[in-house]
């Protein structure tokens, strides 16, 4: 999965992250997330591979959510989104 990103330094692939946060918001929820918008996007630093990340989440009014993405304790990622 992380032959190319790279290889001699893998990194966890950002759309990898966002994807996978998707599907853990989904997974955690009555109400189903789809990102019909990315406002921004922004990675903070490289995550390598097998790293334990934290979400959190926070809506911010009917039409925009925020997701930080957390590694340690430090932000790693951070998108703002309309469901």
Known sequence: MFA????DHP???GAWMIAE???????????????RHIESIK?????PP???LDLALTHKGPDRI???IFQGG???AEIRFRP
């Open 74 to 76: 430090e932000v790693v």
């Open 11 to 13: 990194i966890v692939p």
């Open 43 to 47: 990675f903070q630093r490289p995550v």
């Open 50 to 52: 097998g790293t334990t």
């Open 4 to 7: 190319g990103h790279f290889p």
């Open 21 to 35: 946060a998707m599907k853990i918001l989904n997974a955690s929820t009555e109400m189903p997330f789809a990102l």
């Open 66 to 68: 925020d997701l930080q």
